[in-house]
């Protein structure tokens, strides 16, 4: 994966594509890339015979193209403006390309007619040429309320070589259609695919953009020092988000008590900041000498906060349905149907884009596939509950970690996840949220567990902690003959009710209220415990152990899901551990543990991305 990290480099940049090719738009977005595209006004009339090489018109003409999209898109911005543009970021970084065809010094681009495309395609006809593409990156910066840009520019050359083609062929391609937008009156990548011999470079050059070169640019420009850039360092940090700085609601206010400490960098100066060139940036961080490298990561740490409430406030505000329904939206009607401000809908609309949440288009803005997917509230694999309680509750309980570390009190001891037991205390709509959260990741990593093993020599399983039953109902899918219980606190099971769904299988489910803690655990072949450990400290993880081993009848099993940590003693990511009030495991220590409570035969098996699963038998006491 080498090339994902460059595309990233332009993550938070607003990235122009200055070009109306189809193909370049595809070939782009196929890397990843995110971007708008703005189609260049800039005529291609540049005089041919005053180059050089055919490459270098390709590439000027890539520059002026370029420079014509930040011009105008700069001038757009300007107060005196009418134009829709002005109350958005300038861009940073903006595109060009052109792609023309050489036969020896000879240039042909687009046929005007299909005259024209037949003089260009006898041209080629069974002979090599070379199709150019000149590429331009502007780095655009406003200073002063005027625009500075710096320019990279590149070309790629292929060799292209025809087989040789009747008169009646080349009318027919003609007649397709397929010529007349395309350098050279052909198209590669379709049905000109079939005059084509033989390709001896960059493909997807001959096709309108010369990605490999591009990432290879984009490398030269944020990785490698370059001892003349070493000029200053500014600290870039996550520029989205960033957006909301200067906040003055009350929300805000609270979410983040010391930007106004920050003294509040506002569009224009936030602009010049992030639309610096990254040469000077990037390899500043990157020299050799003896000063640290840039802390990228910390940075965004320390700001990953505000992408969290960023999130959970578009989840609450319902963001993500409207644009479902309605989408592609403009900020001014998703302002209007959500009955919010527009000037902040929009910041909350943009940062949304630039966290991949949506995507922005001249159309407006409309969900991503992974906002489709998890963040709409009626999907099948929403996770619009997780986002409600950490929104609601999660995030509370850690502005109480401080008190928690200093204490170690048990009532402070949820600020480090013990969100079970705080919970409770807490009200019947706090427990509601916290099924809910439970419920949307449990559909995650349910069918996982349910098929980590095989299990079908159990006649009968307990969930231990089962909430609203979706791993009891994986399970009872999964094995035909399994009857399963699913054990949990009085208040889980009693609203339980309201999250079952019909099927056959149901009647093989039964919920059982009870206290794993004191209450005696129902009779049960296997017992199961998915993401259950992780919630508890060392003392209370071996009484509840050492219950389920009594329970267990000697070639009975105990399942164990958790979140996977990579290797002995290696720490989880954040992610998973911030959840966590006991350590983090490995799957040997998880093995250890198992055994430790007199299971044998304990075996280790990963489920997707975010569990390992253990199974153990009960060996006899
Ligand atoms: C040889 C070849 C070219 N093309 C297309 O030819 C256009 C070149 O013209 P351009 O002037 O560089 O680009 P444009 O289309 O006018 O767009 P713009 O960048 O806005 O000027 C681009 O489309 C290319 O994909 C193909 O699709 N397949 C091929 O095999």
């Not at 470079?201 to 420009?221: M, Y």
């Not at 949220?433 to 069918?447: D, E, G, N, V, Y």
Request: hydrophobic share 40%; proline share 5%.
């Amino acid at each position: 994966m080498v090339l994902c990290p460059v595309i990233g480099k332009l993550q938070h940049k607003r990235v122009v594509l200055a070009s109306a090719s189809p193909r370049r738009q595809e070939i782009l977005s196929n890397a990843g890339l995110r971007f708008e595209v703005v189609p260049s006004r800039f005529k291609e009339k540049l005089h041919k015979a005053s180059f050089a090489t055919p490459y270098a018109y390709a590439v000027e003409t890539a520059k002026q193209k370029a420079l014509e999209v930040a011009g105008r898109m700069h001038q757009a911005r300007a107060p005196a403006s009418a134009s829709s543009w002005k109350d958005l970021r300038a861009p940073d970084v903006v595109i060009g390309a052109d792609t023309i065809v050489a036969v020896g010094a000879m240039i042909l681009e687009k046929p005007v007619d299909k005259q024209d495309a037949y003089r260009m395609l006898s041209r080629l006809n069974g002979k090599e040429h070379s199709v150019f593409t000149g590429v331009a990156i502007v780095h655009c910066c406003s200073k002063d309320g005027r625009l500075d840009t710096e320019v990279s520019e590149f070309y790629e050359e292929t060799t292209v070589k025809f087989s040789e083609l009747s008169e009646e062929l080349l009318w027919e391609y003609i007649n397709s259609g397929e010529p007349m937008d395309k350098a050279g009156g052909y198209g590669i990548q379709a049905l000109g695919g079939m005059l084509v011999e033989y390709v001896h470079g960059d493909f997807l050059n001959v096709v309108g953009f010369p990605l490999n070169h591009f990432c290879k640019e984009l490398a030269r420009l944020y990785y490698p020092p370059r001892p003349e850039d070493l000029r200053r360092v500014r600290h870039d940090s996550i520029p989205a988000v960033d957006t909301f700085e200067n906040l003055s609601d009350s929300e805000a206010a609270g979410a983040d008590p010391g930007q106004s400490a920050k003294g509040g960098r506002g569009g224009e100066q936030a602009d010049g900041d992030r639309s610096q060139a990254p040469r000077a940036l990037d390899a500043a961080l990157n020299r050799a000498d003896s000063r640290p490298r840039f802390p990228t990561g910390l940075l965004e740490l320390m700001d990953g906060f505000k992408a969290s409430k960023v999130l959970f406030t578009a989840c609450k505000l319902k963001l993500f349905d409207v644009l479902k329904d309605q989408g592609p939206l403009q900020a001014v009607d998703v302002a209007r149907k959500l009955s919010t401000c527009a000037g902040r809908t929009e910041q909350l609309l943009d940062v949304c884009a630039a966290l991949g949440l949506l995507e922005k288009t001249r159309r407006g803005y409309s969900n991503t596939e992974v906002a489709t997917l998890h963040l709409v509230s009626d999907g099948e694999h929403s996770l619009q509950g997780v986002a409600e309680y950490n929104d609601a509750h999660v995030w509370g309980v850690f502005t109480r970690l401080g008190l928690a570390v200093r204490e170690g009190s048990e009532q402070t001891r949820g600020a480090l996840g013990a969100m079970e037991e705080e919970r409770l205390s807490q009200s019947r709509e706090l427990t509601l949220q916290f099924m809910r959260a439970k419920h949307s990741l449990s559909k995650l990593t349910a069918h996982h567990v349910a098929t980590a093993f095989d299990l079908s020599r159990f006649a009968s399983a307990c969930d231990l902690g089962g909430c609203t039953g979706i791993l009891a109902r994986e399970l009872a899918q999964e094995y035909p003959r399994l009857q399963v219980t699913v054990f949990d606190l009085p208040e889980v099971t009693e609203l339980s009710g309201g999250f079952q769904r019909g099927g056959r299988q149901t009647e093989r489910i039964r919920f059982v209220p009870g206290d794993f803690f004191k209450d005696s655990l129902p009779e049960a072949d296997l017992y199961v415990l998915s993401r259950i450990l992780q919630d508890w400290p060392d003392d209370k993880l071996h009484k509840l152990l050492s219950r389920i081993s009594s329970s267990c009848k000697p070639g009975g099993g105990l399942l164990v899901a958790e979140a996977a940590a990579e290797e002995e003693g290696a720490s989880q990511s954040p992610r998973l551990r911030t959840l966590s009030a006991g350590q983090p495991r490995s799957p040997d220590e998880h093995r250890r543990l198992l055994q430790r409570h007199g299971f044998q035969d304990v075996r280790v098996a990963r489920a997707g991305d975010l569990l390992c699963v253990v199974l153990g038998t009960r060996a006899a006491p």
